[in-house]
């Protein structure tokens, strides 16, 4: 019900301001994305396991009538195998220009966090690597919140990937119908000759 409530409290949101962020847990960690880069929050259900993909890639899902490429936040981060639980959730988002999923442990809430309360990685932490999808830590009260770049998250290696998945998906929907349209064909033209048989037949 939680999560429902944070949906709502996301799409009812006519403009949402650069300095709300939608906190969600990984490995016991808060962090957070832009709220206006969520596009929808939804459960773990009906993931299509796509193969000779990284395992970070989870596979495909249908979202209504669309495609979305989902990716696992704890195996693209390195954490430990946790499985899916009632509290599991997949935040949609949007990039290079695809609806995609990330999975996180649990979703928590839409928080304002303002410029001043956000402090850049401390030098004997950050990385190279972290400071490109890392834009600071939110402090609020005792709460430490790890802010993400959402773009940058996601390598171009990963979209490539996700994109070559999702046209790997739409191949096998196409080829399904093609062969679908084609056994309704035939069905038909079989029905057709039986029909003029019987037709000559009576005659």
């Known amino acids: 019900m939680a999560n429902e409530a944070i949906k709502e409290e996301i799409l009812e949101v006519e403009e949402i301001e650069k300095d709300q962020y939608l906190a ?7 962090f957070g994305i832009q709220a206006m880069r969520v596009h929808e929050i939804s ?12 395992a970070h890639i989870e596979g495909i899902m249908n979202l209504r009538g669309r495609l979305v490429s989902v990716v696992d936040f704890r195996k693209k981060f390195g954490f430990e195998f946790k499985g899916h639980d009632e509290d599991t959730r997949i935040v949609i988002v949007e990039c290079g220009g695809y609806p995609t999923g990330i999975i996180v442990d ?19 932490v950050a990385t190279a690597v972290s400071q490109e999808y890392i834009t600071g830590v939110g402090m ?15 390598t171009k290696s ?46």
């Open 24 to 30: 969600f847990t990984s490995k016991s960690q808060e």
């Open 43 to 54: 459960a773990p259900l009906g993931i299509t396991k796509i193969p000779n993909t990284p």
């Open 106 to 124: 649990s979703v928590e809430e839409v928080m304002k966090i303002p410029d001043e309360k956000v402090q850049k990685l401390p030098e004997g």
């Open 140 to 154: 609020l009260d005792n709460r430490l919140i790890i802010l993400l770049d959402i773009d940058r998250v996601l």
């Open 158 to 203: 990963d979209l490539s990937e996700l994109e070559a998945a999702r046209q790997t998906i739409e191949y096998m929907q196409a080829s399904q119908k093609t062969e679908a349209r084609g056994k309704d064909t035939e069905t038909r033209q079989t029905k057709t000759k039986e029909t003029k048989q019987r037709v000559e037949t009576g005659k």
